[in-house]
């Protein structure tokens, strides 16, 4: 289940805390600078679309997070990101959580398309990708990240309520 990841839920995280009763997977999600980081980028992308991040909860625990790394380009595209942490991963948590993600955009109007980026050699990512339809669609070299692989799943609306993924 995907829950909307608020500012006060960032601040939880940071200082190892429960958030309305939920406890965080063992381990942490991730590094607080690593928390510190993805809150100033909800903070920043919330300006501009809400809500901007989202919490992993599974069996009443929060096992990780899925965020929007950007406000939308100008044609509607919106880069996503996700973790999920380590003491949960390989469990198919990240292949449902970005499901769900992929629904809730298919929902918003303006969205034409999401993207997102995999390290060459994170293949559970890769295969969390596939999983929900997103196709490789380059490569670029990232200063901090290195090599990574360029994924796009365009959403298909026919100006109705009736909204796809293609």
Known sequence: MLVEATDRSFAALIDAESIDGWAVAPGGLESASILKMLRALALQVRSVRSPAA???VES???????SLMAA???SGAIEIGYGVAASRRGKGIAS????????????QRGITALT???????LASQKVLQ???FRK???RTDAVDGELICWRLDIV???NADVSVA
């Open 54 to 56: 989202w919490l992993m």
């Open 60 to 66: 009443d625990e929060i096992v990780g997070l899925c």
């Open 72 to 74: 939308p380009d100008r």
């Open 96 to 107: 449902r959580a970005i499901a769900d993600l992929v629904r809730v955009m298919a929902d």
């Open 116 to 122: 997102a980026n995999t390290a060459i050699d994170n």
């Open 131 to 133: 999983n929900n339809g």
């Open 137 to 139: 669609i380059g490569r």
């Open 157 to 159: 609306t026919s100006g």
